[in-house]
């Protein structure tokens, strides 16, 4: 097994840590918990709204793509915190923050504030353990060769 030069852990590692970290902020905070754009639409547009309808459609925001996004991020953590976990152990420990506070924005987000997200079926989830199992194979094949 080859060694991984030295100066990766602080070219390589520091790139993977701070994608990790900063997905995990400001994505996750920022972009799915905060929405600036809901925020906009409760608090300036929907006042303004000249029926009760109307300022109930602009106050539910639309689940839209909402639940896949989520899901491919969560697959991004698994892989890249499996992948880099042994080598960054930094990683378990923000990809374990990482989905603690995803199970609560997740909770807030579908019982308070998103419409029901459209009917999906089973090959959403199909598809996300197809990507997990090729990566952690090519994980597997990659660290013994």
Same mark, same amino acid.
Request: hydrophobic share 50%; with cysteine.
């Given at each position: 097994v080859r060694e991984a030069p030295r100066q990766w852990y602080s070219l390589g590692g520091a790139m993977i840590t701070n #994608?990790? /970290? *900063?997905?995990?902020?400001?994505? %996750? #905070?920022l972009l799915d918990f905060v929405q600036i754009q809901v925020l906009v639409? %409760?608090?300036?547009?929907?006042? +303004?709204?000249?029926? %009760?309808?109307?300022?109930?459609?602009?106050?539910?925001?639309?689940? *839209?793509?909402? $639940?896949? /996004? +989520? $899901? %491919?991020l969560a697959g991004k953590f698994v892989v890249i915190c499996a992948m880099f976990g042994s080598a960054i152990p930094l990683l378990y420990l923000i990809g374990a923050?990482? /989905?603690? $506070?995803?199970?609560?924005i997740d909770r807030y987000n579908f019982l308070r504030r998103l419409a029901p997200p459209p009917v999906t079926d089973a090959s959403l989830t199909r598809s996300m353990a197809l990507v997990v199992r090729t990566?952690?194979?090519?994980?597997i094949w990659v660290c013994n060769h």
């Open positions: #994608v990790c /970290f *900063g997905d995990a902020i400001f994505i %996750q #905070v639409a %409760q608090y300036i547009i929907a006042p +303004r709204a000249k029926t %009760q309808d109307a300022m109930n459609d602009m106050y539910t925001a639309p689940a *839209g793509i909402y $639940l896949a /996004f +989520r $899901l %491919q923050a990482y /989905f603690w $506070l995803a199970s609560w990566c952690t194979c090519t994980c």
